[in-house]
């Protein structure tokens, strides 16, 4: 940036990177520059990048780094060194992101735990001059066991992806690394806020120390309002005195925070169709899950306020019923032991039944599964991704796979981050034979990139928003040329829509405090989200909870707004009861075969804007260079 001295010189993003970088991204890198430069806001020095998945955080994260380390409005570099933090998956991911786009010209010390850790770390902190290793790149767990060593030095820049790991600032990696001494400060995090305020309050303490008060001061100031007019309950004069606190924290925040929706890449990749289906549950499901939730032992775990504070009682409760909703097969084992909430079941299994080869007609899911991969793999040249939470019900796909001789490829935790990498290039690549990818969502969830494959089905709901949201988002990506089509299965009437219908509430306070979206609708009271441990009789909870307006006697008779698309909120999705009003063939075909689908919620991505040209660059981006398109300049 210029100043009013005459020795102060423009600082010029390297042509290497401005030449691939999208409007959107030289925003963000422009943004990030001037937080971490104090022009943004005055003696503050760090920000938060909160792009949605797909949007190239990496790369406008690895541009600012190689700006700052190498230039600087005084004729020398801003920054002699800088740390990356990331989850320990993610460590070689970074390494690898930096060479790809700086071709070699930026060292990094990779450090994810090992024996000689301690002596690597203190040579990184008293390298000095050009023989030094300007970048560490180190895992969460690596550096809390460091921290001694790295608190030792001054360090220009510290970057923190999954920044959302930071949301308790209690926890001691918060404490380690605001215990660095680095003023400027970067955390990446697409999902900012997953489950409440406190937690946002946290990132922003942690970027900028002190521009929200104390913790007790923004939930007295911000959080009791915000959250009271969030409520489905809440009066209009708490829902006026919430939206002035959202738009005074608004103010505040947004100097510090840069966030831009996944709709941008409408603009550069082919259409998304989302669909929730919900489906019934067999009827030796419904028996098992009946007497389960009736019997004594359970009802006596079960707290009121499970949804705020369960205890571990209620909490395994909540996972027996969790793994019924995908197959008996899963809770077999206590089935056999007839242990609490099982003690008269065993006699409602089939005869002859085991759990060594798979029966998909005992679950409403899995057998819409079967038919699903039967049709597409019979009449389309597409493969899938298979989501779980459990890598139990992976196990449960490998069986089927095995009995209907479909080529699989899985990956869990268990599986090391070198073989990950090859196993989701084989699978990329034109000429690989296998259909299925089945993923574990907590190993999988994050940086993995699956375009080889154009459908995904998560299978169960994670309580996190952003887990599912980031488990749903390794087809739909760069790269990706084919439509893409995201099923999300849910089990009608039971736990797993009360826990889709939370996400939908930790979403909406999301999206009204991070994506200022004031008119997200308020579907869902903190009363009836506690009510976890019933089984409805319906079509879909979801639905009649939403009290939509467009439907009459399971009729959609009125479409959703032209305008809407998956990031609506899902009162403006289409629904439908039947087939008819189904965009995919796939799901269609197999409606009535399957017998088990009683609703769907479905909408795709806005439409695809055909790639922009230079001079539509140029209209898109005020600080674009006509005379030297190669770089960008983002001095003031």
């Given at each position: 940036m210029k100043g009013d001295g005459p020795a102060l010189v423009h600082v010029v993003v390297d042509p290497t990177l401005s030449n691939i970088l999208r409007p959107h991204q030289r925003e963000g890198v422009k943004f990030m520059y001037n937080c971490v430069t104090g022009v943004q806001i005055p003696d503050s020095y760090g920000c938060i990048m909160a792009d949605e998945m797909g949007l190239g955080k990496t790369l406008q994260c690895i541009t600012l780094l190689w700006t700052l380390v190498r230039q600087g409005p005084e004729c020398k570099p801003t920054i002699d060194k800088g740390i990356i933090v990331c989850p320990s998956s993610l460590v070689r991911n970074w390494s690898n992101e930096i060479d790809k786009w700086l071709k070699g010209r930026l060292n990094s010390l990779i450090m994810d735990g090992g024996p000689d850790a301690k002596k690597k770390l203190t040579q990184f902190m008293q390298g000095q001059g050009r023989t030094a290793i300007p970048v560490l790149i180190i895992s969460y767990e690596t550096f809390r066991m460091h921290a001694d060593i790295l608190h030792a030095g001054e360090i220009g820049l510290?970057?923190?992806?999954?920044?959302?790991?930071?949301?308790?600032?209690?926890?001691q990696t918060y404490r380690a690394l605001m215990g660095l001494r680095a003023k400027r400060r970067v955390l990446l995090s697409g999902t900012p806020i997953q489950n409440d305020l406190l937690e946002y309050f946290s990132l922003i303490h942690f970027v900028n120390e002190g521009l929200l008060g104390s913790a007790h001061e923004f939930k007295r100031k911000f959080e009791n309002h915000i959250l009271r007019g969030q409520d489905s309950t809440a009066t209009d004069l708490e829902r006026k005195r919430a939206l002035d606190c959202l738009q005074e924290l608004s103010n505040l925040v947004n100097r510090c925070l840069i966030r831009r929706t996944s709709s941008l890449l409408t603009k550069y990749l082919p259409v998304k169709f989302e669909m929730i289906v919900v489906c019934q549950l067999t009827p030796l499901q419904r028996q098992l899950y009946l007497n389960y939730i009736n019997s004594e032992s359970v009802r006596k775990t079960v707290c009121d306020n499970v949804e705020v504070k369960a205890s571990l009682s209620s909490l395994a409760s909540i996972t027996t019923l969790?793994?019924?909703?995908?197959?008996?097969?899963?809770?077999?084992?206590?089935?056999?032991?007839?242990?609490?909430?099982?003690?008269?079941?065993?006699?409602?299994?089939?005869?002859?039944?085991?759990?060594?080869?798979?029966?998909?007609?005992?679950?409403?899911?899995?057998?819409?599964?079967?038919c699903f991969l039967a049709n597409l793999k019979t009449n389309y040249d597409d493969k899938i991704v298979l989501v779980s939470n459990y890598t139990q019900t992976l196990d449960l796909f490998e069986k089927l796979c095995r009995k209907r001789g479909y080529m699989y490829v899985r990956l869990d935790g268990t599986m090391s981050i070198k073989k990950r990498a090859k196993v989701v290039a084989n699978f990329n690549s034109p000429d690989s034979r296998e259909f299925i990818f089945m993923l574990s969502s907590k190993a999988g969830g994050c940086g993995l990139n699956l375009i080889g494959a154009n459908r995904l089905i998560m299978f169960d709901p994670d309580w996190n928003p952003a887990n599912d949201d980031q488990a749903m988002a390794r087809v739909w990506r760069d790269g990706q040329q084919k439509p893409c089509y995201v099923y999300r299965f849910l089990t009608a009437g039971t736990i797993e829509e009360k826990i889709f219908q939370r996400q939908a509430h930790k979403k909406a306070l999301s999206s009204t405090v991070v994506d200022n979206n004031e008119e997200t609708a308020r579907h869902f009271s903190a009363a009836e989200l506690r009510?976890?441990?019933?089984?409805?009789?319906?079509?879909?909870?979801?639905?009649?909870?939403?009290?939509?307006?467009?439907?009459?006697?399971?009729?959609?008779?009125?479409?959703?707004?032209?305008?809407?698309?998956?990031?609506?909120?899902?009162?403006?999705?289409?629904?439908?009861?039947?087939?008819?009003?189904?965009?995919?063939?796939?799901?269609?075909?197999?409606?009535?075969?399957?017998?088990?689908?009683?609703?769907?919620?479905?909408?795709?991505?806005?439409?695809?804007?055909?790639?922009?040209?230079?001079?539509?660059e140029q209209e898109e981006d005020p600080d674009y260079d006509e005379n030297n398109d190669d770089c960008d300049d983002y001095s003031d």
């Open positions: 510290v970057l923190c992806d999954e920044g959302h790991r930071l949301k308790n600032c209690e926890n969790k793994k019924l909703c995908n197959h008996p097969d899963l809770v077999w084992d206590k089935i056999k032991e007839e242990s609490e909430g099982f003690e008269n079941s065993l006699q409602l299994l089939p005869a002859g039944y085991n759990d060594k080869d798979v029966m998909p007609e005992l679950s409403g899911k899995l057998m819409l599964l079967d009510d976890l441990f019933k089984l409805e009789e319906t079509d879909s909870d979801t639905h009649q909870r939403l009290r939509c307006k467009r439907c009459l006697n399971k009729i959609q008779i009125k479409n959703p707004p032209e305008e809407a698309d998956c990031t609506s909120d899902l009162a403006n999705w289409y629904h439908c009861w039947d087939k008819k009003g189904l965009a995919d063939m796939v799901l269609k075909q197999i409606w009535d075969v399957s017998k088990y689908i009683s609703f769907v919620f479905h909408q795709k991505s806005a439409s695809q804007e055909v790639k922009m040209s230079k001079i539509e």
